[in-house]
């Protein structure tokens, strides 16, 4: 199985600020990585495909990037609604596989 | 508008069984393959199954092989997943979600999930 590692596991931030989570792949995975956000008692969110595809309806302050087997998700300026926890997940082979999460709180 | 909605979660006792399903609106059911994600209390997200569009091509993460059974039934639009053998550590948020595939031109190599249920719960407890 290819375990997903993100870091950091929870992050502080203000509204405004640039924020970057990190997420590693066990071994390659070329850019079959997706990036999640989840709101507590909501279903996750699809934000980003392929690694740097935007999902269509989601704001452009959020990017993604990487190949291989680190990627990363970028959020340019962060927004109040932004304040959740991001999952990457890998859709290279079965079984498919997510990062553990990364909790991002206000500071 | 597209969308899944989750029933037939509860409470059951260890060893016991539930048959979840999941109801799609608002687009063509049998062309999307379908899968069943869960998550446990405080945790983090774990796949359990998928199912194609047709049903003919149906798989399972290890822990959950030869307990649960996804079904589908594209004349109802629903989705099954059939828990026997339930087990504490089974205990979850289950959510249905579409695995959609992106395509340029007749390449079709990328895909993800990007319609969720709300999920329903599942108790395994004595």
């Known amino acids: 199985d290819i375990q997903m590692t993100q870091s950091p596991s929870s992050l502080s931030a203000s509204v405004g600020d640039r924020v970057t989570i990190t997420c590693r792949a066990s071994q390659t995975i070329s850019n079959y990585l997706n990036w999640y956000q989840q709101k507590p008692g909501r279903a996750p969110k699809l934000l980003i495909y392929?690694?740097?595809s935007l999902q269509s309806g989601v704001p452009s302050r959020f990017s993604g990037s990487g190949s291989g087997t680190d990627f990363t998700l970028t959020i340019s300026s962060l927004q109040p609604e932004d304040f959740a926890t991001y999952y990457c997940?890998?859709?290279?082979?079965?079984?498919?596989?997510f990062g553990q999460g990364t909790r991002l709180n206000i500071k | 508008q597209v969308q899944l909605v989750e029933s037939g979660g509860g409470l059951v006792k260890p060893g016991g069984s539930l048959r979840l399903s999941c109801a799609a609106s608002g687009f063509t059911f049998s062309d999307y393959q379908i899968n069943w994600i869960r998550q446990a209390p405080g945790k983090g997200l774990e796949w359990v199954s998928y199912i194609s569009g047709t049903g003919s091509t149906i798989f399972y993460t290890d822990s959950v092989k030869g307990r649960f059974t996804i079904s589908r039934d594209n004349a109802k639009n629903s989705l099954y997943l059939q828990m026997n053998s339930l087990r504490v550590e089974d205990t979850a948020v289950y959510y249905c979600?579409?695995?959609?595939?992106?395509?340029?031109?007749?390449?079709?190599?990328?895909?993800?999930?990007?319609?969720w249920g709300q999920g329903t719960m599942v108790t395994v407890s004595s």
């Open positions: 392929a690694a740097s």
């Open positions: 997940q890998q859709s290279y082979s079965l079984p498919l596989t």
């Open positions: 979600a579409r695995r959609v595939r992106y395509c340029s031109g007749t390449t079709c190599s990328y895909d993800a999930f990007d319609i």
